[in-house]
């Protein structure tokens, strides 16, 4: 991103300048903390959380199109941009004053059907007091442009490290592999093609070859591409994953990846939650704007030895219990786990780095066997040595595949394998114990007295005495608890409710988090505009019109 002026656009009608290239979100942060949404239920302000374009944090309107994510578009000379669904603004909303006469939201899953006449008139309610977008005549007259059909021998999903190594590899091959990266400028591969600022979705059922897979990649601004490709390689990368406790759904509590893609976050005392490497880079990047470092369990000597350089105070095997402040964080409330005295630190942001899960839902939406892994507590998908999944034509790489990545020879046995050279068998498994280290944290947590609305599922503002009484009630497994509660059903498709709820569920019903089950990982895997789908009508009549 460069420094030099850019775009003119308009935020609720005050004139705004972007900087060229930077993302609409990053516009917004440097004249302020930016409040875009209020939450659905709890009428509670929000702010972004991932940066990545998984939550629900940042959602604005663009010259009357929903739900635009303010972290992934860029905006362009003249736009209008408001936020959605509050009065008079999401950092208070008028509508909370509804909030004491109903104190568990408005139950609309299970709540409002009879009398049956009324369901029109219940709709209408509802659809206002949520804070989604509203669908308007303007908005549906908004043309998306007709996908282009893109044709790669093989398509990689993530130009990061990994991604970037097969497709040099596949390159030196003699092949012209195409990266998508929903970054934007990710660094280019000689003799590669690259599709920057997208996100991509198989289409519906993914077929292996000969057939091939289609892929629909789209832009936030909208425009899309069909990638029919033989070989898809999944080199997603890795997130970080939220951290519940009382107010985790406060503005101000923000995940590491967004603290490094907004750089100027108005954030000045921020607590950095995590022991490991990547905390260790936060660190390195956040500096003087970091006030204390606090983790679940040991930290890392390395980050210890920084920490004391810059004079942080350190909390190894520590709780965060809770986060104050309404429309910020002002402060957190610590406990050391085990016996110990709760103590306040003061702050503005808490930024957590504390556990990084594998972006590897793409995978699993086209039908890859996963298996569980206790650290960091997520599911992988099984591979062969050279990176094949279980569906023939789909590879994984990368911390995407393993916790850690790959090293080079890893690379190069998936790019022979793609290549169709002989199959590298997968190493002897390694007998790991199912011991997920977060899980003791979540034991302590939950037998502790509770107080306020601890938030599981953002998305859908499902709480977690939610998730108690439906076990409770005799709801098991994680699919069954999704469909009662609605944890996992929002725009994020559970990547940032679900890694806390199956810990959460492992420890009330004392079971291995393994044993709690996973969800089906239904398209579209990303929030994708309807025009980008109906652009297909054609092309995909027999695949997505049964
Ligand atoms: S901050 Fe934009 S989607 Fe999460």
Not at 118 to 126: D, E, H, I, N, P
Not at 165 to 172: K, S
Not at 297 to 326: D, K, M, T
Request: overall charge positive; proline content about 10%; some cysteine.
């Amino acid at each position: 991103m460069s420094a030099s002026p850019g775009p003119r656009f308009g935020y609720h009608g005050r004139p705004r300048q972007a900087r060229e290239g930077e993302s609409l979100l990053a516009s917004l942060a440097r004249r302020g903390w930016p409040y875009l949404v209020r939450s659905i239920r709890y009428h509670r302000p929000r702010g972004p959380y991932c940066g990545t374009g998984d939550c629900t944090g940042c959602l604005v309107r663009v010259n009357g199109r929903p739900n635009v994510r303010a972290c992934r578009y860029v905006p362009r000379e003249g736009d209008r941009v408001v936020s959605e669904n509050s009065w008079p603004g999401p950092r208070f909303d008028l509508f909370g004053a509804l909030d004491p006469l109903l104190p568990r939201g408005i139950d609309t899953l299970r709540g409002l059907r009879r009398p049956a006449f009324a369901a029109g008139l219940y709709q209408r309610v509802v659809r206002r007091l949520a804070g989604f977008g509203r669908a308007s005549p303007s908005s549906f007259r908004l043309r998306t442009p007709e996908p282009r059909t893109v044709e790669a021998p093989c398509v990689i999903v993530g130009a990061g490290r990994s991604g970037r190594a097969v497709a040099a590899g596949l390159v030196r091959e003699g092949l012209r592999p195409l990266l998508v990266e929903r970054r934007r400028g990710a660094l280019a591969v000689a003799g590669a093609d690259l599709l920057g600022g997208v996100t991509a979705t198989f289409l519906p059922p993914p077929s292996a070859p000969p057939t091939g897979f289609s892929l629909l990649a789209f832009s936030e601004e909208g425009g899309g591409y069909v990638l029919r490709t033989p070989s898809v390689v999944v080199a997603t990368g890795g997130y970080d994953a939220p951290l519940l406790f009382e107010g985790s759904d406060r503005p101000g509590v923000l995940s590491g990846d967004l603290a490094l893609s907004v750089p100027e976050l108005p954030v000045e005392r921020a607590v950095l939650v995590g022991g490991s490497a990547r905390a260790l880079e936060l660190l390195q990047r956040l500096g003087p704007k970091v006030c204390a470092i606090v983790a679940p369990s040991e930290i890392h000597p390395q980050l210890v030895a920084r920490a004391i350089e810059l004079g942080l105070p350190l909390y190894p095997r520590s709780r965060l219990v809770r986060a104050h402040g309404r429309a910020r964080v002002r402060s957190v409330v610590l406990a050391p786990r085990g016996d110990g005295g709760r103590f306040t630190v003061p702050c503005d942001a808490v930024v957590l780095a504390h556990r990084r899960l594998p972006n590897a839902q793409l995978g699993f939406q086209a039908g890859a066997t996963r298996r569980w892994r206790g650290e960091p507590g997520a599911y992988y998908p099984v591979l062969g040595g050279d990176g094949r999944t279980s569906v023939p034509g789909l590879w994984s790489v990368g911390s995407a595949a393993r916790p850690g990545g790959d090293d080079e020879q890893r690379v190069a046995a998936t790019v022979a394998g793609i290549l169709g050279r002989e199959p590298v068998a997968a190493p002897a498994a390694v007998e790991e114990p199912d011991i997920t280290p977060l899980l003791g944290y979540y034991r302590e947590l939950l037998a502790e007295r509770r107080h306020g609305k601890w938030v599981l599922c953002p998305c859908e503002d499902v709480l977690l005495t939610e998730v108690e009484e439906a076990v409770r009630r005799g709801y098991r497994g994680l699919e069954v608890i999704k469909r009662y509660t609605g944890v996992g059903t929002g725009l994020c498709q559970g990547r940032l409710c679900l890694p806390d709820t199956v810990l959460v569920l492992a420890a009330i019903e004392a079971r291995a988090p393994s044993s709690v089950g996973t969800i089906t990982q239904r398209p579209p895997l990303v929030p994708t505009p309807l025009g980008a789908l109906a652009g297909l009508r054609d092309e995909f009549a027999d695949e997505v019109v049964p």
